[in-house]
């Protein structure tokens, strides 16, 4: 069975602040597939970052992070100097993909985060 | 670039009434997945369809049906409505199961 859990439910920044979001999955597949969406307040998923099993290799993106551990199974996601604008729900998420392609997508709860001004 | 399309993007039903959601993948892409968000909760999978057959099947109650059609889009059928159905229902679609990606989604309340 898969599993992500995002143990942090809400965190509460001020703007510049960086800020970690952490994502610990299991599962016993072996190619998988790990994604971080936001979604805010007006309750789209925006699509951030899609990561494989194979790919251990961290990634930068403008002030985005995200740091992959396949030794802890964890998908940690860094906002360096926050904007008020990142105030969302960032759910991190887990697809198996099997000869058939991806299968569905398991969400962790999700962490909110509020960023004051 | 053409996304999913959701309709309707808001509904109001009352209990025991019935509702139909419709979901237009991104053109040329032949797999929907539906999921259900309720309030304060993760996305929830509840079926999926590749090529007009139902591919995978999450907690999707009996109450609901859903389909793909000839053209793809798909229709989530939800009848004998309850006020725990009240949710978020996005749909998302693939090009042969490859990533997905999310429509709008559409809210549903359940007075």
């Known amino acids: 069975a898969q599993k992500v859990t995002q143990a942090q439910t809400e965190i509460s920044v001020v703007e510049k602040e960086d800020v970690t979001l952490d994502c610990v999955y299991e599962?016993?597949?072996?190619?998988?597939?790990l994604f971080w969406y936001k979604q805010p307040p007006s309750g789209e998923l925006v699509f951030l970052i899609r990561?494989?099993?194979?790919?251990?290799q961290n990634e930068i993106s403008g002030r985005y992070s995200w740091n992959f551990q396949k030794s802890t199974s964890s998908f940690n996601f860094t906002i360096t100097a926050s904007q008020v604008v990142d105030s969302a729900v960032y759910f991190c998420a887990l697809s198996a993909a099997l000869n058939t392609g991806f299968q569905k997508l398991v969400f962790g709860t999700g962490t909110r985060l509020l960023v004051s001004p | 670039a053409a996304g999913v399309i959701q309709s309707p993007r808001h509904l109001i039903k009352e209990k025991r009434e019935t509702a139909t959601l419709k979901c237009y993948p991104i053109?040329?892409?032949?797999?929907v997945y539906w999921y259900q968000q309720g309030p304060g909760q993760d996305p929830q999978f509840l079926i999926s369809f590749y090529e007009k057959m139902q591919s995978d099947k999450g907690s999707i109650p009996d109450r609901f049906s859903a389909q793909q059609f000839s053209d793809y889009h798909s229709e989530l059928n939800m009848s004998s409505l309850e006020l725990g159905d009240s949710a978020l229902y996005f749909c998302?679609?693939?090009?042969?199961?490859?990533?997905?990606?999310f429509g709008p989604g559409t809210r549903l309340t359940v007075l």
């Open positions: 998302a679609s693939s090009l042969r199961r490859d990533e997905q990606f």
């Open positions: 599962t016993r597949d072996t190619t998988y597939y």
């Open positions: 990561r494989n099993s194979f790919d251990e």
């Open positions: 053109p040329r892409h032949d797999t």
